[in-house]
């Protein structure tokens, strides 16, 4: 983080230039066995993508709110920061009917549906695959639209750090809060720095969440281990984990 970082995408840029080979986001899903891990510039090149397809594809302009309808998930965290990237609102378990367009997962379709804009629709596959074979019904397939698009980013209206940029469990934040509280959190989640690991299993629909999953470390220039559906993972396999991901913190 540097002392001119005032988005979420200001602190992606940053970290891209200080280590873009150092891991960002380690995911594991427990349930299914996946591990995926990005790199800081393996994270910003879905980043640029996403948002890219946000600008183009749904026209998203800085004010729109697209609802998030999506678990901790590495994805997730990629969509974050493309709304981050592009100035719109990201509604994390927003109500669709009030959102300009929906992103939304297994389980999630239905709810989805009350969005009258465009609806992007994510396997959360392993690997990221696409639907076999077609997403749902009123949905685009994210898996699909979002490899052509471009690895570079540039918003077409500049990104406002003091305009609406995050709302989880009711609460609005600006992008300029969200960079605040990611680094005041930062020293009680256990990230002291570069080099940090934070271990998370925490959902994605408080600030506490977002924060230990995302932007803390972020914000610290450490990574995340994001884990899902962690309860089935049993204790010795946990301290295994602990040891070879090199952890230095638990949120759980």
Not at 16 to 30: G, N, S
Not at 72 to 97: F, K, M, N, R, Y
Request: aromatic share 6%; proline share 8%; net charge negative.
């Amino acid at each position: 983080m540097t002392a001119t970082d005032r988005t979420p995408a200001d602190l992606l840029r940053s970290a891209l230039a200080a280590d873009p080979a150092r891991p960002l986001v380690t995911f594991y899903d427990d349930a299914t066995g996946e591990r995926v891990e990005l790199s800081v510039a393996t994270f910003a090149n879905w980043v640029a993508k996403t948002a890219n397809l946000l600008q183009d594809e749904l026209s998203a302009e800085p004010g729109d709110r697209i609802a998030l309808l999506l678990p901790a998930h590495w994805q997730t965290a990629v969509w974050l920061l493309a709304c981050s990237s592009v100035g719109v609102i990201a509604d994390v378990e927003g109500d669709p009917g009030r959102a300009d367009h929906v992103v939304a997962g297994p389980g999630r379709f239905d709810a989805g549906l009350a969005c009258g804009g465009e609806r992007y629709a994510l396997s959360l596959a392993p690997l990221g695959r696409r639907f076999v074979p077609a997403p749902p019904a009123g949905y685009a397939d994210y898996a699909v639209d979002v490899p052509s698009h471009g690895d570079r980013f540039t918003p077409y209206a500049p990104v406002d750090p003091e305009a609406p940029a995050l709302i989880v469990a009711g609460a609005e934040l600006t992008a300029a809060e969200i960079v605040e509280r990611a680094k005041g959190d930062a020293p009680g989640l256990g990230l002291t720095g570069p080099g940090s690991r934070l271990l998370s299993a925490l959902p994605y629909d408080t600030w506490e969440g977002l924060s230990a999953g995302l932007y803390a470390p972020l914000a610290a220039g450490g990574s995340v281990v994001l884990c899902r559906n962690l309860e089935q993972l049993g204790e010795e396999a946990l301290a295994k984990r602990i040891e070879s991901e090199r952890v230095t913190a638990v949120s759980r």
